[in-house]
């Protein structure tokens, strides 16, 4: 199988520029190809995951990778898929967020291979030298407006002409166009890919190597990921998830993955992991045969979790996961169960009702709201439905006291399977 055959059947394959050509070209050995990411943030997210696994793809099958930081680019910001303009970064935002994001980006590809080790560059080492009546001669003069208006990125937004785009944002698509250049000039790099969207600017630069030197290069545009309830993918209503975890937990990135609708789990499993095409097939037949079991879905949060953030993080969040389906608390971190604490309703409690024969569990459950009465307390413990820290309770007359914290600060109540209150105890 070439890079080109996994990445049609993982559907990773949405357009190129001359297949016929690139697949000649791929079958005579590797090629050098790039990929760019603006830092319009501190840290990347996960709609960044398939470019950025598209170069690692492409790495596996013996192929030259180049990630570039856009510290030029992005101090312009780039139009496609924007309706409105974006706010412009200072010089220190951007060096800022170059520096958070080439650690993430170093995650995903192998710097130290023997035969094909992959690239980091910043597109400002080439810039920073150009002058702007210069890069208006050496660039600009290779392509008219006409064509320039033509690019969706632009056209759409002159249409809107309460928007409109900005000259700023309108010669974006030429910094971008001068990268490939750059990049082929100095790396013999052919081929660049990306979203979808960026198919008017990978044009652009095809254009401007061939224009320039007079070489061949070619495109490849990668899908931009829907969900299947027509929401956009990566976005919560906590906001983006973020591979830092310093903007998203762990385990909030877990459960992003875990609480994945299932009309879209077995595209997410060929799009975000490095799971074989036997081991997916294997999830599909598991989740069309029981669903029910999520058998996919823990497959695609463990993967993807793991690919960012580590087998050890990955662990303790499947663990956090865990627990509120009702699994142990025997050894669990109190890192792993602060984690759910922000995911659950919490109260708050004296630690003086704890001391002494402490507080009666019906009182307890109904302070905090799981049950709307003493009585419809004693009728749930009798029941069976009432767990303190995941382990059920059954005698209604018991009290709750301090010897039952957990990490000498919280009980975990529940109610039926999925019905929890955390109780946080306060200093006297």
């Given amino acids: 199988m070439s890079i080109l055959d996994e990445l049609q059947w993982r559907g990773l394959h949405a357009d190129c520029t001359d297949l016929a050509g690139l697949t000649a070209r791929l079958n005579e050995g590797g090629i050098t190809l790039y990929c760019g990411f603006d830092p319009t943030a501190d840290s990347l997210h996960v709609g960044h995951l398939v470019p950025l696994l598209a170069l690692a793809r492409f790495q596996r099958f013996g192929h030259h990778p180049i990630a570039v930081a856009g510290g030029a680019t992005g101090s312009i910001g780039d139009p496609s898929g924007k309706s ?38 910043d597109n400002a080492d080439w810039t920073a030298g150009v002058s702007y009546l210069d890069f208006l001669r050496d660039v600009g003069k290779h392509f008219t407006v006409n064509v320039m208006v ?85 976005k919560t209503e906590a906001g983006a998830i973020w591979l830092d975890p310093k903007k998203t937990s762990v385990y909030r990135f877990y459960q992003f993955w875990i609480n994945t609708d299932d009309r879209d789990v077995i595209r997410y499993l060929k799009y975000f992991t490095f799971l074989d095409r036997a081991e997916i097939e294997a999830l599909e037949n598991a989740h069309t045969t029981n669903p029910g079991a999520r058998e996919a879905h823990r497959a695609l949060a ?52 704890l001391s002494g024969e402490g507080i009666p569990l019906v009182d307890l459950l109904t302070e905090s709201g799981l049950c709307s009465s003493k009585g419809q307390a004693r ?8 767990y303190l820290n995941n382990e059920r309770e059954s005698d209604f007359q018991r009290h709750v006291t ?27």
């Fill in 150 to 234: 033509a690019k969706e990125s632009v056209r759409a937004r002159m249409e809107d002409r309460e928007v409109g785009i900005s000259y700023t944002e309108f010669s974006y698509m030429l910094l971008q166009a001068f990268d490939f250049q750059q990049l082929h000039e100095a790396h013999n790099c052919q081929l660049q890919i990306g979203g979808s969207d960026q198919w008017g600017n990978i044009t652009m630069g095809i254009d401007l190597v061939r224009k320039k030197g007079g070489g061949h290069a070619f495109g490849l545009t990668l899908p931009l990921i829907t969900k299947a309830d027509g929401t956009k993918f990566g």
């Fill in 379 to 386: 009728k749930d413990i009798q029941g069976g439905g009432i």
């Fill in 84 to 121: 409105a303009e974006r706010s412009l970064l200072t010089k220190e935002q951007i060096a800022a967020n170059v520096a958070a994001v080439r650690p993430q980006l170093e995650r995903f590809l192998d710097f130290k291979a023997a035969t094909n080790p992959a690239r980091l560059v």
């Fill in 302 to 353: 463990q993967a993807a979790t793991e690919l960012i953030h580590g087998a050890d993080a990955a662990q303790e969040a499947q663990r956090a996961s865990a627990i509120l389906f009702g699994g142990g608390l025997d050894g669990i971190r109190e890192s792993t169960f602060n984690e759910i604490v922000g995911e659950v309703p919490t109260k708050e409690m004296s630690a003086e009702r």
């Fill in 402 to 428: 301090s010897q039952s914290l957990l990490f000498g600060r919280h009980l975990l109540l529940r109610k039926g399977r999925r019905n929890y209150t955390v109780i946080t105890v306060c200093p006297a």
